[in-house]
């Protein structure tokens, strides 16, 4: 894949500081609730479901961070000091976040690391650990019948780090293996300031194109909305023909972006 270049001047994300405010903001929002409420967004899941998930990633985050790993972990057993009790998860959720702090402290950002993605450093896992949070939070305010805020620079940063690493997830995202073509281009872009990327999908991978958005060249398909409503999009939390996205050229190869690219 061709190098990345910003598509958008870099807004500066502090993604550890963000990791610790968006999971007190989990935490406040399923502190007291019901655990065994339904998520939607998450089909088969429930609010303990979520936070244990969340948590646990949080958690084998930091244990790969405090390590420093080089090569690919062949166990993902972390000991999640789990509560019995599913009403004292949310908790052991800001624990689990307390336990990311310490990793963040005891690594530099700029610690060469193995990473599944596109940055092999440290920065890469406290960057996704942040949308995961992020998007897990949203999901139980959704569940709660909430209506969820998204930062607008972290909703920017999110839709970056998503496109950015999404070429590198086919080991477990394996239908972006379909994401192919012969130079067809999908550009995603902000209607509420600055945020543009370019797609390119070619025989043999897919990726943000260097050559744009910079410049106004011919693209095959464009989606704009506003940066928090792409991020959720991106996530499939919300639906591509929703009035608040405006979509121009090939219906089908946006059809074929949204339909192979779960993350």
């Known amino acids: 894949m061709s190098t990345h270049r910003p598509a958008h001047p870099t807004t500066a994300v502090d993604h550890r500081a963000s990791v610790a405010a968006e999971t007190a903001a989990f935490v406040a929002a ?4 019901d655990p065994t409420t ?5 089909p088969g899941w429930n609010l303990a479901d979520l936070v244990k998930h969340t948590g646990s990633v949080q958690r084998w985050f930091a244990v790969l961070l405090r ?4 090569q690919p972990p062949t166990s ?3 000991d999640l000091q789990l509560p019995p009790r599913p009403e004292d998860y949310p908790d052991w959720l800001a624990a689990s976040a307390v336990e990311a702090a310490g990793a963040f402290a ?5 610690t060469p690391m193995w990473a599944w993605g596109a940055d092999q450093h440290a920065r890469f896992w406290a960057r996704r650990m942040l949308y995961e949070t992020l998007v897990h939070r949203v999901d139980a305010e ?3 019948g909430r209506r969820p805020m998204v930062d607008r620079a972290l909703a920017v940063d999110g839709v970056d780090e998503f496109l950015v690493n999404l070429p590198f997830a086919a080991f477990f995202a394996p239908n972006t293996a379909q994401l192919r073509g012969t130079g067809q281009t999908i550009r995603f872009r902000c209607i509420d300031g600055e945020g543009d990327w370019l797609v390119r999908l070619q025989p043999d991978r897919f990726g943000i194109a260097t050559d744009g958005p910079g410049r106004e060249t011919a693209v095959d398909a464009t989606l704009r ?7 959720l999009l991106l996530y499939g939390r919300l639906d591509p023909m929703d009035d608040r ?8 190869l946006l059809d074929r972006w949204f339909a192979n690219s779960a993350f």
């Not at 390590?67 to 080089?70: A, G, M, N, S, Y």
């Not at 005891?106 to 700029?110: F, G, I, Q």
Request: aromatic content about 2%; charged content about 20%.
């Open 30 to 33: 399923v502190q007291g609730a």
């Open 38 to 42: 339904p998520v939607p967004s998450c």
């Open 67 to 70: 390590k420093e790993i080089q």
């Open 76 to 78: 993902r057993d972390v």
């Open 106 to 110: 005891a690594t530099a950002p700029d």
């Open 142 to 144: 959704l569940a709660l």
């Open 225 to 231: 909305g506003a940066a928090a409503d792409l991020l």
């Open 245 to 252: 996205f405006e979509r121009q050229g090939s219906p089908a």
